[in-house]
């Protein structure tokens, strides 16, 4: 294979599915040495693409050639073997396990238990992502536990390696460690695939992008000579609208917590440590940290999923902390988690229906045990029209709607139950630039009409764009919420880490 070969070369590659072309006649390539961005809204193709480049899906049509030489793999071990490695959005880790056993049930063949401990030290210390191999994978933080992920694929030496919006769970700091991993590994040869909705990281690591809307490639660039705005703009087909806020002041005080502390429900939960915070009538309050610190507890305890003894948290002078989320409901304290398929909805249940579980108390969709089913119709379609989810109709199945578009059909809900607090985990998780955009307008035009909103977010650039104040959630310890105007990223990122003193953020800057 020549200088000039592609590495991998995808030719008119078509997949369907029952009611959907995912790909259609999809053709790009990649040369080695390579990090080429695969950039797309939900619903794309971007997942089906690369889930048959490794061999989870196979193609209706078209060819794909690695090497120069026809590549047709039937399953993820055949990609493997022949040099494609893949580095999943979601972890498939045990937290039980300790990072070598991980490690192993990852590979085809894996080495005995103490050489395979000393190559995962070897490998990740010579590409800056050191692991203790003994360590339990439920003690280690997000950031850690990618670096599992990563080190499993490299110890089977990838030509090719797949990353699915691998950042999504790192500090601004982390970021810059993978992304140093990352331009070695181009410099050794290896190409890099990779797909993120972060679109200045696209910018900053990418020498070429491919570009899909509705499962067909309509562009490429090159991501350096690019805003991330135009790429955005690529993406949807449209002028994107950047989220615009009403200059307010905050009013009253809302909701009080003081010195919560929370046992988690599991073995490897995240206790919470007197967290303290107010939130005001008119206010954005943002809530960044690295996942698995706590936001899920957080969550949990402010919903009312977690029920508390003592009052330590408040609504408008009342506690609240012994009641339930039905209860919390009918006050006007509404949440949803950051799980949008089978914690926020129930996959095989209709969008009505997924309506009616969460809207029932305040919109009065059931009344002495009978369902009105009329009402709760009619509730689904006021979201659906209200928040553009795009769906044939409320009758249809929650897990047959896009990630994007369930996310606001769940983010609609809430909000069009007119909440006075509204508390959200991950509100644009995994969800394009165009629906992003959409869903954060809607929660600052929820600010303007007077609701307080706490939005608990791994997206710093989020909480940077919307918040009035922010503050940093680091093993169950809340930060002292400051002012997210003037705040540099250096300092947040710091702040992520643990350094809640922020004069020695201060410093540092």
């Not at 997942?47 to 030489?69: F, N, Q, W």
């Not at 990352?182 to 909705?197: D, Q």
């Not at 003894?309 to 039905?326: L, Q």
């Not at 949008?340 to 002495?368: F, I, K, Y």
Request: proline share 6%; net charge negative.
């Amino acid at each position: 294979m020549t200088e000039h070969t592609p590495l991998l070369e995808i030719d008119g590659v078509t997949k369907a599915f029952p009611g959907v072309v995912a790909n259609d006649g999809v053709s790009f390539s990649i040369r080695a040495g390579e990090v080429h961005a695969l950039l797309g809204e939900n619903g794309a193709g971007k997942s089906t693409l690369v889930k048959m480049i490794y061999g989870l899906v196979r193609p209706d049509a078209g060819r794909m050639r690695l090497h120069d030489a026809a590549y047709e793999p039937r399953d993820p071990s055949e990609a493997r073997a022949q040099g494609v490695g893949m580095v999943f959005q979601h972890f498939s880790l045990f937290d039980a396990l300790d990072v070598a056993e991980n490690i192993a049930l990852g590979m085809d063949d894996p080495p005995p238990q103490r050489r395979l401990a000393r190559r995962i030290e070897e490998v990740s210390h010579d590409y800056g992502l050191p692991l203790d191999p003994a360590r339990l994978v439920g003690d280690l933080s997000a950031g850690e536990q990618q670096r599992v992920e990563i080190i499993r694929c490299l110890l089977q030496n990838p030509k090719l390696l797949i990353m699915d919006e691998p950042t999504s769970v790192l500090t601004p700091q982390e970021v810059e460690i993978l992304f140093t991993t990352l331009r070695k590994l181009a410099a050794e040869g290896t190409a890099i695939l990779y797909i993120s909705h972060k679109l200045e990281e696209i910018r900053a690591l990418c020498d070429h992008a491919t570009i899909l809307r509705g499962g067909k490639v309509v562009d490429t660039c090159l991501p350096g000579e690019k805003s991330a705005r135009e790429m955005a703009e690529m993406m949807v087909g449209a002028r994107l609208n950047t989220p615009a806020r009403a200059e307010t002041q905050p009013g009253d005080v809302l909701l009080e917590v003081s010195e919560l502390s929370v046992t988690p429900a599991t073995p490897f939960g995240t206790k919470l440590h007197d967290i303290s915070l107010q939130l005001r009538a008119g206010e954005v309050l943002g809530v960044g940290g690295v996942s698995g610190n706590g936001q899920d507890e957080l969550l949990a305890a402010l919903s009312g999923e977690t029920r508390l003894p003592k009052s330590e948290i408040v609504f408008k002078g009342r506690p609240i902390g012994a009641s339930g989320p039905n209860a919390r409901r009918a006050m006007g304290v509404l949440s949803a988690p950051e799980e949008r398929l089978g914690h926020a909805a129930a996959p095989d249940m209709t969008l009505t229906e997924n309506a009616l579980l969460s809207g029932a108390v305040r919109e009065g969709l059931a009344r002495r045990g009978f369902i009105a089913w009329r009402k709760a119709r009619a509730f689904a379609e006021r979201i659906i029209a209200a928040h553009d989810v795009r769906t044939p109709g409320p009758e249809v199945a929650a897990r047959a709607l896009s990630g994007g578009n369930l996310q606001k059909f769940v983010m609609g809900r809430e909000i069009q139950q007119r909440p006075e607090v509204l508390i959200v985990n991950q509100p644009t998780w995994g969800v394009d630039a165009q629906a992003a955009a959409a869903i954060r307008q809607a929660l600052l035009d929820l600010s303007a009409a007077g609701a307080g909103v706490l939005v608990i977010s791994q997206d710093l650039d989020e909480l940077m764009e919307i918040t009035d104040r922010f503050a940093a959630l680091n093993a169950g310890q809340l930060s002292a919420p400051r002012p997210t105007r003037g705040l540099t990223m250096e300092q947040v990122g710091l702040m992520l880490g643990g350094a809640h003193d922020m004069e020695v953020a201060h410093e540092t800057a």
